[in-house]
Structures are given as structure tokens and as C-alpha cells.
């Protein structure tokens, strides 16, 4: 999972666009970097760490100067984590200076790369974004159409921001499966994974980037919007709703607090029968599922654990041993609150079970009576191709376990999942049919065709 943002026609560009990075630094913790264009020769600065430790005033006043930028914050699995694969990717090709930064993943990588590897392509990273760069530098014609045919090519979740001199270009596959919109502060546009990027550095949210939809801005005004492919339907991730995005953002048209309150009123239906003392959440993205439960249940909210805002989260550390210790670190129960109590303990979802376990555990260990755990999403049995790196099939608790099986691993009294048909109805707003998500890690059906030669990385 990554996030990517853009900025085009502002004097402050890098400033903004670190701003945004920080924003959107949920998305990714492992590297961040800005490529500036504009002023002076274009520029990529990157480095691994947290983009507050990466971009201080003397980077962004004097070293990045410009007035476009695209940004990227990344994450990904231990094998592919060096600095050689954080975005964005700057080349000098046969169309000048051009930079790339991609959220998604590109499933027909090993294919493209084969290809390009005839024809006498060298590559520099190991990641799939860089086929996307030789495909650009070998096509001709404008501009668009040199975006457009290289991404005709590639198959796969890609949400893209693309720099070249002072044009900037956002794009997303025809899927649609990683967010991507369009703001405006002032006489700048902004391109972001989500939109609370833009809302925090001035900005406002004008609409989702459409899937397929390719946008070219130059000087403050779109220069051409048109679609690469046309979308057969629709597939964003639900998942985003679930976990990835902040709550405050607008996700695929809706806002993504709304959709984990509705979670939450769901889950309360479906366990309408059990009695509790209070309803809590894991936070953060607990917090308003548990929200939702306690209006619709007249449970009692409350907040049971104290998190540790200095320590990242816990699923997207690359190595067992990281996610061991940062989970332990991350919450501690406030004894005062949960002692001697009935609760119903509310998260987003279950991977590999190891960190709820471990909550659970901890919460035995201060006196709890009783749990009732709910997920605000179904079971996850299936892993993602689409750029959240879910652990094979193997590593999922629930691809190998009934709800029997799990509730009695993680010792709990009861465990609830939301059905998947109570998950569309929370992600859904009127306009929206309910073929407009992907819900794959929760039924195995793939939108797109998945093969065993099918790449699977995220970014
Ligand atoms: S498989 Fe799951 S995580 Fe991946 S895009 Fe589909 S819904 Fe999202």
C-alpha cells in the first residue's frame, strides 16, 4: 500500500506536497520522497523513514524548489524494502525529465519486464512501477498519448501521479481499485490518495479521479481529462472503507467515518441478542464502528485502551518480529475501565490473528469477564493483488479456521464477523450499485484474471 500526491502552479509545491505526504503517512512508513519540477531541473529527493524525519525546512526550501511536485510514501514486504524502490522514479528519456509515483499493483509485471528485457531494457529497481517508465520512454507522439498507450499495457491496480516539466498527470486504472482524487487550493490543483490530504493543507476535494480517467494540468487549469479505457465496471476496494483510509476522508464518493459508523449499526444487528457492560474499540479504525454499535445497541462507548500515537501500525511492518513488538507497544487497556466488565471489543478486521491474540490476552491479563469480538468486515481467506499486501493464503487465520476455530484460539466468548452483504450496504450510498466494489480477500472472486503467474507486490 502506498499513497501518492501532486501538486501543480504553487510556489510552495514541495512544501505542500510533504505536508500532504505526512497526511496520508498511514499509507506507507517505510520511505517517502518528492520529485520538484518547474524552477529549476527537475529533482527527486528520497529517503527511508517517516516523511517528518525525511523533508525538514532546508530540504524543501533550498534543495527542492519548484513549482509542481508529486509525492509518494511506501510500503512494502522486507524482501523489496531499500531505498533503491522508493518512489518517486525520476528518468531522462527520449521525452525529457519525467517522474512517476504508483499506488497499486501492476499484475502483468513479469510479463512487461520479459518483454522489455528483449528489446534491451536495463532495470534499475525491482520494483513493477518501472515498467511503466520504459514503456513511456519507448512510446511516441504527445504527451497523453504516450501516458495512455503505456498504460493500455499494463494490467492491475496503478493510481498514478505523473510529473513532466510543469505538467501534471493523474491517472487510474479502468478497475479503479486504489482511490485517487482532484482538489484545488486557491490556483493549484491537487491530486491525492485521499482527499483528507488536500482538506489539510488548504485545499478542497472537487471529485474522485475517475477509473480509467487520465487528468493533464498545466498552469493552474486542466488541460485535457479523457479515459484510456473505458471502464467495463467498476471494482474499488472496500477494504479501503474497512481500514486503509482515514476516517476523515472521502473514499470512492463517500465519507469513510459514515461508512465504519454503518459498520458498526450492522454488527450491532447482527449480535442483537448479546448483553455488555460497554462496547470499545481497537483503535483508530475501531473507533467509529464502535461508535456506530453503541447508538443502535445502547451499549455503553468507551475508550479502553491508551495508544501510543509514536508507534506506526501494526499491520503494515514488514517482519513478524516488528509486528510483534510494535502491536505490545502500540495499546495498553485502562484497567480502571474494562475490570471485572462484559465488553464487546470491535476492530476492522483479522489477518494473521497473532496481534489480536495478543489484545486479547492483555485485556485478560487487567481482569476483563467476558469477550464478545466483532469485525467490521467478513473473514479474510483470500490475499490481495490489487497493492494491500494480505499475506498468502496460508498465514490467514480465517482461510484456514471456522469462526469455531478462531473464537477458541483467541479465547474469546463470542466472535462476530459483518457478512459481506452488510459491508456493501455500509459502503454504499444511493447512487451506487452494489458490482461497484471489490470484495476478493473476502470471497475469493477475483476481478481480473488471476493466474500463478499473477505478481503480487504492493506498490
Ligand atoms: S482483494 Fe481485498 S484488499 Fe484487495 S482490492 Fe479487493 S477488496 Fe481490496
Keep these: 500500500?502506498?499513497?501518492?500526491?501532486?501538486?501543480?502552479?504553487?510556489?510552495?509545491?514541495?512544501?505542500?506536497?510533504?505536508?500532504?505526504?505526512?497526511?496520508?503517512?498511514?499509507?506507507?512508513?517505510?520511505?517517502?520522497?518528492?520529485?520538484?519540477?518547474?524552477?529549476?531541473?527537475?529533482?527527486?529527493?528520497?529517503?527511508?523513514?517517516?516523511?517528518?524525519?525525511?523533508?525538514?525546512?532546508e530540504i524543501l526550501l533550498n534543495k527542492l524548489p519548484g513549482t509542481a511536485a508529486i509525492g509518494h510514501v511506501r510500503y512494502t514486504t522486507s524482501?523489496?524494502?531499500?531505498?533503491?524502490?522508493?518512489?518517486?522514479?525520476?528518468?531522462?528519456?527520449?521525452?525529457?525529465?519525467?517522474?512517476?509515483?504508483?499506488?497499486?499493483?501492476?499484475?502483468?509485471?513479469?510479463?512487461?519486464?520479459?518483454?522489455?528485457?528483449?528489446?534491451?531494457?536495463?532495470?534499475?529497481?525491482?520494483?513493477?512501477?518501472?515498467?511503466?517508465?520504459?514503456?513511456?520512454?519507448?512510446?511516441?507522439?504527445?504527451?497523453?498519448?504516450?501516458?495512455?498507450?503505456?498504460?493500455?499495457?499494463?494490467?492491475?491496480?496503478?493510481?498514478?501521479?505523473?510529473?513532466?516539466?510543469?505538467?501534471?498527470?493523474?491517472a487510474r486504472d479502468e478497475n479503479g481499485f486504489r482511490p485517487l482524487v482532484l482538489g484545488k487550493i486557491a490556483n493549484s490543483y491537487i491530486i491525492s490518495s485521499e482527499s483528507s490530504a488536500v482538506e489539510v493543507i488548504g485545499g478542497k476535494y472537487i471529485r474522485d479521479i475517475k477509473p480509467g480517467e487520465i487528468i493533464m494540468i498545466?498552469?493552474?487549469?486542466?488541460?485535457?481529462?479523457?479515459?484510456?479505457?473505458?471502464?467495463?465496471?467498476q471494482n474499488t476496494c472496500i477494504f479501503e472503507q474497512v481500514y486503509f483510509s482515514r476516517s476523515d476522508s472521502i473514499v470512492f464518493g463517500q465519507t469513510v467515518k459514515e461508512a465504519r459508523v454503518k459498520m458498526g449499526e450492522y454488527l450491532a444487528q447482527q449480535m442483537k441478542n448479546i448483553k455488555a457492560d460497554i462496547v470499545m474499540p481497537v483503535p483508530d479504525t475501531g473507533y467509529f464502528a464502535a461508535l456506530?454499535?453503541?447508538?443502535?445497541?445502547?451499549?455503553?462507548?468507551?475508550?479502553?485502551?491508551?495508544?501510543?500515537?509514536?508507534?506506526?501500525?501494526?499491520?503494515?511492518?514488514?517482519?513478524?518480529?516488528?509486528?510483534?513488538?510494535?502491536?505490545?507497544?502500540?495499546?495498553?487497556?485502562?484497567?480502571?475501565?474494562?475490570?471485572?466488565?462484559?465488553?464487546?471489543?470491535?476492530?476492522?478486521?483479522?489477518?494473521?490473528?497473532?496481534?489480536?491474540?495478543?489484545?486479547?490476552?492483555?485485556?485478560?491479563?487487567?481482569?476483563?469477564?467476558?469477550?464478545?469480538?466483532?469485525?467490521?468486515?467478513?473473514?479474510?481467506?483470500?490475499?490481495?493483488?490489487?497493492g494491500i499486501d494480505t499475506p498468502s493464503k496460508e498465514h490467514l487465520i480465517a482461510a484456514n479456521n471456522s469462526i469455531e476455530e478462531m473464537r477458541k484460539y483467541l479465547s474469546v466468548d463470542s466472535l462476530t464477523f459483518l457478512t459481506l452483504d452488510n459491508l456493501v450496504k455500509a459502503c454504499s450510498f444511493s447512487s451506487k450499485k452494489d458490482d461497484v466494489f471489490c470484495a476478493a480477500c473476502f470471497t475469493g472472486k477475483y476481478p481480473t484474471k488471476i493466474s500463478k503467474n499473477t505478481y503480487k507486490e504492493d506498490c
Design 292 to 386: 456506530g454499535f453503541s447508538r443502535a445497541s445502547n451499549i455503553l462507548f468507551e475508550n479502553g485502551f491508551v495508544r501510543n500515537h509514536y508507534v506506526g501500525r501494526s499491520f503494515i511492518k514488514p517482519s513478524q518480529t516488528l509486528r510483534d513488538l510494535t502491536a505490545s507497544l502500540k495499546l495498553r487497556p485502562i484497567k480502571e475501565v474494562v475490570y471485572g466488565k462484559e465488553i464487546v471489543l470491535i476492530d476492522d478486521s483479522i489477518v494473521r490473528g497473532t496481534t489480536s491474540k495478543r489484545l486479547i490476552n492483555i485485556l485478560k491479563e487487567v481482569g476483563v469477564k467476558k469477550i464478545h469480538f466483532a469485525l467490521s468486515c467478513p473473514p479474510i481467506i483470500s490475499s490481495c493483488y490489487y
Design 79 to 170: 524482501s523489496k524494502s531499500s531505498l533503491i524502490n522508493a518512489q518517486p522514479f525520476q528518468i531522462n528519456c527520449i521525452h525529457g525529465n519525467i517522474s512517476v509515483a504508483h499506488n497499486g499493483n501492476i499484475t502483468n509485471f513479469p510479463q512487461i519486464k520479459e518483454m522489455l528485457l528483449k528489446k534491451g531494457a536495463i532495470f534499475n529497481h525491482t520494483s513493477d512501477t518501472e515498467i511503466l517508465l520504459h514503456l513511456i520512454a519507448m512510446s511516441k507522439g504527445s504527451l497523453a498519448n504516450i501516458v495512455a498507450n503505456s498504460m493500455r499495457k499494463l494490467e492491475g491496480a496503478f493510481s498514478l501521479v505523473i510529473l513532466k516539466d510543469r505538467t501534471l498527470i493523474g
Design 1 to 57: 500500500m502506498c499513497g501518492i500526491i501532486g501538486v501543480e502552479n504553487n510556489e510552495n509545491a514541495s512544501v505542500l506536497a510533504s505536508a500532504g505526504l505526512l497526511t496520508l503517512q498511514h499509507r506507507g512508513e517505510e520511505s517517502a520522497g518528492i520529485t520538484v519540477s518547474g524552477k529549476e531541473k527537475m529533482k527527486t529527493f528520497k529517503s527511508m523513514g517517516l516523511v517528518s524525519r525525511i523533508f525538514n525546512d
Design 218 to 233: 498545466e498552469n493552474g487549469r486542466i488541460k485535457k481529462s479523457f479515459l484510456y479505457k473505458k471502464p467495463k465496471k
